[in-house]
């Protein structure tokens, strides 16, 4: 099926009260409390295998001059030590898989140098201890800021990095209020609990991958791009994920170097990295610097819109953070202009992060908003209600639903914003309390995905596909759908995900998981519907499925009975058509935060926090508000904690373990919600749904900005905003105000 028309009517709009929109518990709920759930370090299937241990430079740029490996190959238990010398011929790079021990120059600090496998992990850790390296060492870039001078513009990456529309300069110099301000973000860990890790194991010239990622069929032609094999002799598996937030979009390093390993020493070749190399081997978000201009006429209309922004990618990479991609369907302006610029820096390497481009990118400019709203003395609300786009401002197409206005709207009725006072104004002793607010907006795509479902003899149905779950609740919402497809309860699904010997699925990323995925089961369970009435010699007019039965007219018979000895198969497809460019696809909500801000110490302190979203069909209450409350979780650790220090003299990260690098804790959360305004969205996909896994942090960490701004008068614009920029900013506004 493609989407080429709008969704009529379907058997999930003829039950309101079936199974899909439930809040029913996880599918695979018990299985992970009970710890039977096994993860990809945990899987058994692979006998007697060995253990690897990756060693990473000591640098960030140089050569290596000279290796010893002679200790480490003689140490207790060792079966290999792979080096640049030693390392087996390898294909080229897909995606940003790359080959590796390849050749000795170094590009960032600790990139793979050295790969050794022993009997026990203590045995190859102990060994890669033992390699001695000398370096030509060269001064690492790794400052951002100064290397703007030499930033370039990176090649597309799905869209343009930059657009043009109208004259911005003009109109911009011609706006009677006017605002540039430039903001910036750091670096920011994924943080995810399950490390990166990987059994490789040879079967004949097969190779299967027990692995954590997230979308394997990508990462399937990765894998056999870089080992030079094809494509059909690489299986991955990956049924159980704990966590990714886009680090496992694609394999890592140790996937690589446990498959190359294994085919060496034949035997299964098992590898985590450690939460330090978490860090430095595997991938991170970027740190960007953004310059946001508005010009604006006195009523408040937008006139000139420009939102650049600079980030930075390893050597020989462009992967770059699409910061301003979101503000080119935001707000309308008839002149506006964005620009990505990248700059190649020693630094690990960087990719998507939750919600990668939009999280940063609204932190920039939902703040540049308020800003201009307090210029021109208007509720930061009504700004954005009188700049609302009557189409897509750059595509110049329609939105598919667009309810920005009314989750504003009624997230100010439930959050109680009439009681927002002018900022600096509201005190409750020692402390400064503010409101602030900020819209979200999230691309919503779809993803080609296939299905197949099979009716047992037993009248069970068996859901088959190579999607994953890493956290959200994929196997649920699949069971959800199955069963009210099928007239069956969730008891009577088995749901198997999670290897690419399924058919093809768009994988988990980039919100476009539940709607891809779930679309393409929608499409083989309505297959298996047509073939059981055909069979039946049922009329499909007015035809129902329920309680393990088909009806239609004055027949009924049980799926069992219709299955028969053999069983039924049926596949499904679903791919974009011609809605993908028709319409301008988007999931909208809006944040209200308050907080309090101790005037002494520059303690911040989240009180309550709100968010008001618009989802299409939401698949199961309780996932989604899950998933909403994670993202305004990760919105709270950008706005107020979440900063990889970079050390640009080493090229290191200094607070590489989850000690040192902070993420929100249940402290930092206290009365959190969020709520869903009904929609539909018959342009979207079959389900009428839309994503939901990255809208929560849009703009989550600018609704608290904003607060902060509405407590104390003060405008960070440094993210995260600790105390010690709070104090800086009040002693700043005290000698202000003794000079006055």
Sequence with gaps: MEMNQPVGTTPLDARPDGLVGK???????????????????????????????????????????????????????????????????QGEKKEQVSPQLQGTEIRHFDQPIAFVVAETFEQA??????ITVQYDTATPKASLRDALPETFKPKPAQTDPDSALGDFEGAFAAAPVKLDVEYTTPPQIHAQMEPHATIAEWRGDRLVLHTANQMLNRGQKSIAAVLAVPEDKVRLVSRYIGGGFGSK??????????????????????????????????????????????????????TAIAHESWSDATPGDQFFETSANVTRSLYAAPNRITRHRIANLNVPVTSAMRAPGEAVGQLAFECAMDELAERLNLDPIELRVRNEPEQDPEKQVPFTVRQLVPCMREGARLFGWEKRRAAGTRREGRWMVGLGMSAAAR??????????????????????????????????????????????????????????AYPAAAGSGGSWGAGSAGSALYVACDNLRQALLQKAGMNPEGAAFREGRAA???????????????????????????????????????????????????????????????????????????????????????ALMEDAVMDPRSGTFMNRDLAEYHVPVHADIPAIDAVFLPELDDKANPLKSKGLGELGICGAGAALANAIHNATGLRIRDYPMTLDKVLKGLEEQERGMRRS
């Design 23 to 89: 809040p029913i518990d996880r599918y695979e709920g018990r299985l992970k409390v009970t710890g039977r759930a096994p993860y990809a370090y945990e899987v058994r299937e692979p006998k007697d295998p060995a253990y690897g241990f990756i060693l990473g430079a000591g640098i960030a740029s140089g050569r290596i001059r000279a290796m010893q490996v002679g200790a480490a190959r003689r140490a207790p238990g060792v079966l290999y030590v792979m080096t640049h010398e030693t390392v087996p011929p």
């Design 552 to 638: 239609s007219g004055n027949r009924s018979e049980t799926l069992a009975d219709l299955a028969g000895p053999d069983g039924l198969e049926a596949k499904g497809e679903i791919k974009p058509g011609r809605l993908k460019e028709a319409f301008s696809h988007y999931s909208f909500g809006a944040h209200f935060a308050e907080v309090g801000v101790d005037r002494d110490t520059g303690e911040i302190r989240l009180r309550r926090m709100l968010g008001v979203f618009t989802g299409g069909r939401i698949l199961n209450a309780k996932t989604a508000r899950s998933q909403a409350i994670g993202g305004m979780t990760f919105g709270v650790g950008a």
């Design 125 to 130: 850790r102990a060994a890669a201890a033992l």
């Design 249 to 302: 979009l694609q394999p890592q390093p140790e996937a690589i170097l446990a498959a190359l390993a294994a085919r060496v020493v034949n035997r299964p070749v098992k590898v985590a990295m450690t939460r330090q190399q978490e860090f430095h081997v595997a991938t991170h978000r970027t740190g960007t610097i953004q310059r946001v201009r508005l010009g604006a006429d006195e009523t408040g209309r937008l």
């Design 443 to 500: 691309l919503n795509p779809l993803m080609p995905s296939s299905a197949l479902v099979r009716l047992n003899p037993d009248g069970t149905l068996t859901v088959r596909m190579a999607m994953t779950d890493i956290g959200t609740g994929t196997y649920t919402i699949l069971a959800q759908i199955a069963g009210e497809m099928m007239g069956l309860p969730v008891e009577k699904i088995r749901v198997e995900i999670g290897d690419t």
